[in-house]
């Protein structure tokens, strides 16, 4: 009824495979966006934007990035905590180094750097597979984390082994420290996540993704088809660890403004592990489903007591959203393990037919 | 020419200018490489018998520990303690068969993989819910287990041996032996690697794989409840010990996911090899080399043997 695209009828190549095809997709998107810059910004909050939509933002990215190798290529990894990691120390070492240039600039310059580690870590990817690859990309989580804490030039030897964000400005506006705004933040996250999504859906949709579609279905029938393998699976950890690095310059320098080495423990990767799982393996949509269910879950988990009006102590509700969490976690994966973006899609489906069911 | 010194010469110098500590590093490594052995142990049996890479056994270790000293504390004899503990694994396997496996059989490894990691957290939570997060005290006397060290005066100097960490290598010993005579001799045993060996024709022969699934979950559950207390023994009982635990990952893909044999052996190579790199070239870049040496120890491996030490040969088909 609502959505039917009956009728749209497409007159040439280029039309018939745009991204969104369809004229209600593209007015969906058209209506997401309008909400998302100006009517979260009229109605949201200092806490709505700050620590609800800033670290999705940001969450969501480092998803798409992770969804790059495990959902479009078949890669399992756990060490995306460590890419984002590698992400933020290297902008930081940029912006302390040269302090002049823009900071956008060097937000996505600590992306590349994030890449090139990634590259690097990605190389045993030919030869392991499955698991095996899995358990060894958690060396680059470990030995990057106690990079993190050990090589004091990369904190510049601060005495707390954090680093810290200096105010940065664009335009005049300051965008990262202390005085920035989290508004003016909110839309610096929102352009670069947007810009990269854009980017994302390009590449997956193009002959790239395609290639990495096949070496995930089966690697050697994808060889023997002409796909060079090596390259396909390094550019994967490359484009993922781009996103990761990125993600997590943003996430110190736009979200939390200072970090330790244990921010990008290995939990932050299972966690970003769970949103892609969650939202749907191979699905960009779906890293923004995971990424916002798995961070909003335990904001709700934690904060719906005290709305009823029950009183339970701060350990307790820890304990709840541990307990919570890892129910919901096993409840999605029974009920649709094909993660959120097939209901998204089975919902399309039934607004195609509707009203009748078939 | 110094740098290459110090990494190819000098810390062998130092092995033969003192020989007792080199035995006492190895003797470390020994155990704690015992110990990632066992845990690597309980992953292996479940992936042999469901292909499930269980990211849980790590947490069922630490959670049948705390039960364990949860019951002692509340004022319950050890050894019955011990049974209670051994009846809430059971309990665990049978939940876990019918509430996460059950549903989810012939999904995508990748799916059951990330059910174990909702299972973590739910084990987590519920750990800290019922026994609190403070670490706690493993009743070592209570059950029986001696304590103290035995101090050997050999190769002119001093090696101390705990006696908790000879008892921990004796019972791992006598709980492989005893999981082979298992698997070898008995009717259950040989049902499991009937299973192991190929599911549908396990199924075809009127063997139930959701029985199956459930012993291997419990026999699982003891191992990590023999390793929770051996952990707990030597350092206190808590969720930290749970970063330990995936230290026997390294083991595992160094000896293989399938083979038992290999969870052994890379336990004990990984154990050793990074407590003699951690004290003699860990002081080269500043120490704390612990936390990712396994890894690459196993990477090494890898590249040279992707199926681990004793894996099962891949064969690739289109």
Same mark, same amino acid.
């Given at each position: 009824?609502?959505?039917?695209?009956?009728?749209?009828?497409?007159?040439?190549?280029?039309?018939?495979?745009?991204?969104?095809?369809?004229?209600?997709?593209?007015?969906?998107?058209?209506?997401?966006?309008?909400?998302?810059?100006?009517?979260?910004?009229?109605?949201?909050?200092?806490?709505?934007?700050?620590?609800?939509?800033?670290?999705?933002?940001?969450?969501?990215?480092?998803?798409?990035?992770?969804?790059?190798?495990?959902?479009?290529?078949?890669?399992?990894?756990? *060490?995306?905590?460590?890419?984002?990691?590698?992400?933020?120390?290297?902008?930081?070492?940029?912006?302390?180094?040269?302090?002049?240039?823009?900071?956008?600039?060097?937000?996505?310059?600590?992306?590349?750097?994030?890449?090139?580690? *990634?590259?690097?870590?990605?190389?045993?990817?030919?030869?392991?597979?499955?698991?095996?690859?899995?358990?060894?990309?958690?060396?680059?989580?470990?030995?990057?984390?106690?990079?993190?804490?050990?090589?004091?030039?990369?904190?510049?030897?601060?005495?707390?082994?954090?680093?810290?964000?200096?105010?940065?400005?664009?335009?005049?506006?300051?965008?990262?420290?202390?005085?920035?705004?989290?508004?003016?933040?909110?839309?610096?996250?929102?352009?670069?996540?947007?810009?990269?999504?854009?980017?994302?859906?390009?590449?997956?949709?193009?002959?790239?993704?395609?290639?990495?579609?096949?070496?995930?279905?089966?690697?050697?029938?994808?060889?023997?088809?002409?796909?060079?393998?090596?390259?396909?699976?390094?550019?994967?950890?490359?484009?993922?660890?781009?996103?990761?690095?990125?993600?997590?310059?943003?996430?110190?320098?736009?979200?939390?403004?200072?970090?330790?080495?244990?921010?990008?423990?290995?939990?932050?990767?299972?966690?970003?592990?769970?949103?892609?799982?969650?939202?749907?393996?191979?699905?960009?949509?779906?890293?923004?489903?995971?990424?916002?269910?798995?961070?909003?879950?335990?904001?709700?988990?934690?904060?719906?007591?005290?709305?009823? *009006?029950?009183?339970? *102590?701060?350990?307790?509700?820890?304990?709840?959203?541990?307990?919570?969490?890892?129910?919901?976690?096993?409840?999605?994966?029974?009920?649709?393990?094909?993660?959120?973006?097939?209901?998204?899609?089975?919902?399309?489906?039934?607004?195609?037919?509707?009203?009748?069911?078939? | 020419?110094?740098?290459?010194?110090?990494?190819?010469?000098?810390?062998?110098?130092?092995?033969?200018?003192?020989?007792?500590?080199?035995?006492?590093?190895?003797?470390?490594?020994?155990?704690?490489?015992?110990?990632?052995?066992?845990?690597?142990?309980?992953?292996?049996?479940?992936?042999?018998?469901?292909?499930?890479?269980?990211?849980?056994?790590?947490?069922?270790?630490?959670?049948? $520990?705390?039960?364990?000293?949860?019951?002692?504390?509340?004022?319950?004899?050890?050894?019955?303690?011990?049974?209670?503990?051994?009846?809430?694994?059971?309990?665990?396997?049978?939940?876990?068969?019918?509430? /996460?496996?059950?549903?989810?059989?012939?999904?995508?490894?990748?799916?059951?993989?990330?059910?174990?990691?909702?299972?973590?957290?739910?084990?987590?939570?519920?750990?800290?819910?019922?026994?609190?997060?403070?670490?706690?005290?493993?009743?070592?006397?209570?059950?029986?287990?001696?304590?103290?060290?035995?101090?050997?005066?050999?190769?002119?100097?001093?090696?101390?041996?705990?006696?908790?960490?000879?008892?921990?290598?004796?019972? $791992?010993?006598?709980?492989?032996?005893?999981?082979?005579?298992?698997?070898?001799?008995?009717?259950?045993?040989?049902?499991?690697?009937?299973?192991?060996?190929?599911?549908?024709?396990?199924?075809? /022969?009127?063997?139930?794989?959701?029985?199956?699934?459930?012993?291997?979950?419990?026999? $699982?559950?003891?191992?990590?409840? $023999?390793? #929770?207390?051996?952990?707990?023994?030597?350092?206190?009982?808590?969720?930290?010990?749970?970063?330990?635990?995936?230290?026997?990952?390294?083991?595992?893909?160094?000896? #293989?996911?399938?083979?038992?044999?290999?969870?052994?052996?890379?336990?004990?190579?990984?154990?050793?090899?990074?407590?003699?790199?951690?004290?003699?070239?860990?002081?080269?870049?500043?120490?704390?080399?612990?936390?990712?040496?396994?890894?690459?120890?196993?990477?090494?491996?890898?590249?040279?043997?992707?199926?681990?030490?004793?894996?099962?040969?891949?064969?690739?088909?289109?």
């Amino acid at each position: 009824m609502f959505y039917r695209e009956v009728g749209q009828f497409k007159t040439s190549y280029a039309a018939d495979q745009a991204i969104f095809p369809i004229r209600q997709d593209r007015i969906g998107l058209a209506l997401i966006l309008a909400v998302a810059f100006i009517g979260i910004p009229l109605v949201g909050g200092e806490f709505m934007i700050a620590s609800v939509m800033i670290p999705f933002l940001i969450l969501a990215l480092a998803a798409i990035g992770l969804n790059i190798l495990i959902g479009y290529t078949g890669l399992i990894s756990l *060490g995306t905590g460590a890419f984002m990691g590698v992400g933020a120390y290297a902008c930081y070492k940029l912006t302390t180094l040269f302090p002049g240039v823009n900071i956008i600039v060097w937000i996505v310059a600590s992306g590349l750097v994030s890449c090139a580690v *990634g590259v690097v870590f990605g190389l045993p990817s030919l030869r392991i597979k499955g698991f095996y690859l899995a358990i060894a990309t958690l060396a680059a989580q470990f030995f990057l984390q106690w990079c993190f804490v050990r090589v004091g030039w990369l904190y510049n030897y601060n005495p707390s082994g954090a680093i810290e964000v200096p105010v940065h400005t664009l335009f005049g506006i300051p965008i990262t420290g202390a005085t920035a705004k989290p508004l003016t933040r909110y839309f610096v996250v929102l352009g670069i996540v947007v810009v990269m999504t854009w980017f994302a859906s390009n590449l997956v949709h193009g002959r790239i993704g395609r290639n990495w579609m096949a070496v995930r279905d089966m690697d050697i029938a994808a060889q023997l088809m002409g796909i060079r393998l090596l390259p396909a699976k390094l550019l994967a950890f490359a484009v993922s660890s781009f996103y990761a690095g990125v993600a997590g310059a943003m996430m110190v320098f736009l979200w939390l403004g200072a970090a330790e080495p244990e921010a990008f423990n290995i939990n932050e990767s299972f966690v970003l592990l769970f949103m892609v799982i969650i939202g749907g393996l191979g699905s960009l949509i779906g890293s923004f489903f995971g990424a916002a269910l798995i961070h909003i879950l335990p904001i709700i988990v934690r904060t719906a007591p005290n709305a009823l *009006g029950l009183k339970i *102590g701060s350990a307790t509700a820890e304990h709840l959203t541990f307990l919570i969490t890892g129910a919901l976690i096993i409840f999605f994966l029974i009920v649709e393990p094909h993660g959120l973006a097939r209901l998204w899609q089975i919902a399309k489906q039934k607004l195609r037919v509707w009203p009748f069911p078939y | 020419m110094n740098l290459l010194y110090q990494i190819f010469v000098d810390p062998f110098v130092q092995m033969g200018a003192s020989p007792d500590l080199l035995v006492q590093t190895l003797w470390e490594g020994l155990v704690g490489g015992v110990l990632y052995s066992l845990i690597a142990l309980g992953f292996v049996l479940i992936f042999k018998a469901s292909g499930v890479f269980n990211f849980a056994q790590g947490i069922m270790m630490v959670f049948a $520990a705390l039960t364990l000293v949860g019951f002692y504390e509340k004022g319950v004899p050890a050894p019955l303690a011990l049974l209670l503990a051994i009846g809430v694994m059971y309990l665990l396997a049978l939940g876990v068969e019918r509430i /996460v496996l059950r549903p989810l059989v012939n999904q995508p490894d990748i799916m059951l993989f990330m059910a174990t990691f909702g299972l973590t957290y739910i084990l987590i939570g519920a750990g800290e819910l019922v026994f609190g997060g403070d670490p706690k005290e493993m009743p070592v006397a209570a059950l029986g287990l001696p304590k103290g060290a035995i101090d050997l005066k050999i190769l002119g100097g001093l090696v101390s041996l705990q006696k908790i960490d000879i008892a921990a290598a004796v019972i $791992a010993s006598a709980m492989v032996a005893g999981l082979a005579l298992f698997f070898q001799k008995t009717r259950i045993g040989r049902a499991l690697r009937a299973v192991a060996d190929d599911h549908q024709a396990a199924l075809s /022969v009127g063997i139930s794989l959701n029985q199956i699934w459930v012993i291997v979950w419990f026999t $699982a559950g003891i191992v990590a409840l $023999a390793t #929770g207390i051996m952990w707990g023994a030597r350092s206190d009982v808590s969720f930290a010990l749970q970063v330990i635990s995936l230290k026997a990952l390294p083991v595992l893909i160094l000896g #293989g996911f399938t083979s038992v044999p290999g969870a052994i052996i890379g336990g004990l190579i990984i154990g050793i090899g990074e407590k003699l790199g951690e004290f003699y070239w860990g002081p080269l870049v500043g120490g704390g080399i612990e936390s990712w040496l396994a890894y690459v120890i196993a990477l090494a491996f890898l590249l040279f043997k992707p199926e681990g030490l004793f894996g099962e040969k891949i064969i690739e088909r289109i």
